[in-house]
């Protein structure tokens, strides 16, 4: 099982950014996927989910309206798009394999300007 983060980067407030994790050893399309976050200092927490054929997500209240978290099955790939970005949305983002649990090795979005 393999799963890698990408898109990570430096931006200014209020610019967009988009990450991708690419999957592979496992059968995506089977897989509901996630992604998480964490701030310096700070405790992960859960950013946005997507179910295995993408028809359901979910949002944390803080990224509601401005992240959009998406697939494509025939890719293996879950993205996770950002707008509006606040300078509080700087942290090591993380792609998981909802289960069996399993996470990638994260990619840094820093909003400053």
């Known amino acids: 099982v393999q799963l890698v983060e990408s898109g990570g980067g430096l931006v200014q407030p209020g610019g967009s950014l988009t990450l991708s994790c690419a999957a592979s050893g496992f059968t995506f399309s089977s897989s509901g996927m996630s992604w998480y976050r964490q701030a310096p200092g700070k405790e992960r927490e859960f950013v946005a989910r997507?179910?295995?054929?993408?028809?359901?997500?979910n949002y944390a209240d803080s990224v509601k309206g401005r992240f959009i978290i998406s697939r494509d099955n025939a890719k293996n790939t879950v993205y996770l798009q950002m707008n509006s970005l606040k300078a509080e949305d700087t942290a090591v983002y993380y792609c998981?394999?909802?289960?069996?649990?399993?996470w990638g090795q994260g990619t840094q979005v820093t909003v400053s300007s």
């Open positions: 997507i179910s295995s054929a993408g028809g359901i997500t």
């Open positions: 998981k394999r909802t289960y069996p649990e399993y």
